[in-house]
């Protein structure tokens, strides 16, 4: 029957784990909060670093896609500096001011998002890594972390492998793959966030 293969299909996803937002959440909001983090505003200079389309669905405990949800990440430019003052008011030479640091997608009816970005990068004491923050109406619902597969500082990072489970630790660990029809060398990574609510009916 078909109830049953929905419920055999909910034990098959494995729920994102949460992990730590980090010191370096905007506490400036950046003039150009889109989900195209290589061009600020007009700016025809384009951020440095490996481009990189990542993309994914945010889907609730059941595998529905999740609408009207906001996902933001952020991470540290090429030369590794946050857009936190904290960080850049330190590192202003060094701060790729090309580099929005900050993107925002609402999505749609399908749940999925999509950002332009570059690869992630080295931040001192940390392997490369993206931070994803979902919400939704307000609420905060997950706070996550995404990480390059085979990169070699992953072993040696606490956070990362505070993931105990294999499964969720996979679910967290993405491809950067080359695409093939791209003649600079930019990167695809697919990271579906699978939350661990399920929203209540409207």
Do not use: M
């Not at 900050?102 to 392997?127: D, Q």
């Not at 490369?128 to 939704?136: A, G, L, N, W």
């Amino acid at each position: 029957s078909l109830y049953t293969v929905q419920g055999a299909f909910a034990e098959e996803l494995t729920k994102t784990p949460r992990q730590t937002e980090g010191p370096f959440y905007p506490n400036q909001l950046p003039l150009d909060t889109d989900n195209d983090l290589l061009r600020i505003n007009e700016s025809i200079t384009p951020a440095v670093g490996k481009i990189t389309h990542l993309t994914g669905k945010i889907l609730d405990a059941t595998g529905k896609p999740l609408r009207n949800a906001l996902v933001e990440i952020w991470q540290c430019d090429a030369n590794g500096v946050y857009l936190h003052t904290a960080d850049s008011g330190k590192k202003q030479e060094q701060q790729d001011k090309h580099f929005q640091g900050f993107g925002r997608f609402l999505t749609g009816s399908t749940g999925e998002y999509y950002f332009r970005t570059i690869k992630p990068v080295p931040y001192p004491g940390r392997t490369p890594h993206i931070h994803v923050k979902v919400k939704q109406g307000g609420k905060e619902l997950l706070v996550t972390q995404c990480y390059v597969k085979g990169e070699a500082q992953n072993q040696r990072d606490g956070i990362y492998n505070s993931v105990k489970d294999p499964k969720q630790k996979a679910a967290i660990t993405l491809d950067f793959a080359p695409i093939a029809s791209s003649k600079i060398g930019e990167l695809a990574a697919n990271f579906d966030i699978v939350l661990g609510v399920t929203p209540e009916a409207h």
